[in-house]
């Protein structure tokens, strides 16, 4: 599992932890959790490359993102509508699925 945390001004920092998919060409699979309380947007990279993009995700909640290759997968782009001192720290998870 890898995670990004929120700053107060609604923006993920950095990826920490590694995702690789290996579901072969586009079998890749990841779940994205959301828990902070606002809703986010984001992209999802395979290698360092956007692939999916504008991809976007409720407060508390979570999806399966499909069609990946194979490939460390990292969030990217991440933020909220808006940033507030109370969403500093609130985490996003990327966990693998396939």
Do not use: C, R, W
Request: proline share 1%; hydrophobic share 35%.
């Amino acid at each position: 599992m890898a995670t990004v945390t929120l700053s107060a001004a609604g923006v993920g920092a950095a990826q920490s932890g590694t995702i690789t998919t290996a579901g072969g060409s586009g079998g890749g699979i990841i779940m994205v959790t959301n828990h902070s309380d606002g809703a986010i947007t984001f992209n999802v990279a395979t290698a360092g490359t956007d692939v999916q993009t504008g991809l976007s995700l409720g407060p508390k909640s979570y999806m399966l993102v499909t069609g990946l290759d194979n490939g460390a997968q990292t969030l990217t782009s991440l933020k909220t509508t808006h940033g507030t001192s109370a969403q500093s720290g609130e985490i996003i998870y990327n966990t693998l699925v396939t």
